[in-house]
């Protein structure tokens, strides 16, 4: 997928629906686990008793620790640390621009200023 260029959820709740500039779209389950298909009642009543499990003893350090972990793949993961280590690099940079220029001379623009790359009316 090039870029998302929207992102609609259904009226159900069940799927993302995402729009990229290659003119495709692509529906996404909103809970990756959730089964698809025909659920049987026994299944049903499965995963009702194991959410009303985490319900009820979501504030356990452990269990919440589980809910809270998501893993994420190799490739993934390294490429989000590359660019965050890229976005810190560009901050420390401009940071050492104001402090050793004139006061003044170099602006200070925030961050969701600079992630807007143009408005509709």
Not at 95 to 105: E, Q, T, V
Request: aromatic share 6%; hydrophobic share 30%.
């Amino acid at each position: 997928m090039q870029r998302v260029t929207c992102v609609r959820w259904s009226l159900d709740n069940k799927y993302i629906l995402s729009g990229s500039d290659e003119m495709n779209i692509r529906i996404w389950k909103s809970e990756a686990a959730e089964k698809l298909g025909v659920v049987r009642s026994r299944e049903k009543a499965a995963l009702q008793y194991n959410q009303k499990l985490r319900d009820k003893f979501s504030e356990h350090p452990q269990i919440r620790r589980i809910a809270r972990h998501r893993h994420l793949p190799k490739r993934v993961f390294n490429a989000a640390k590359e660019i965050r280590t890229i976005r810190e690099s560009k901050k420390r940079k401009e940071a050492n621009k104001r402090a050793h220029s004139k006061p003044g001379h170099v602006e200070y623009k925030a961050e969701r200023v600079k992630r807007v790359l143009g408005e509709n009316e």
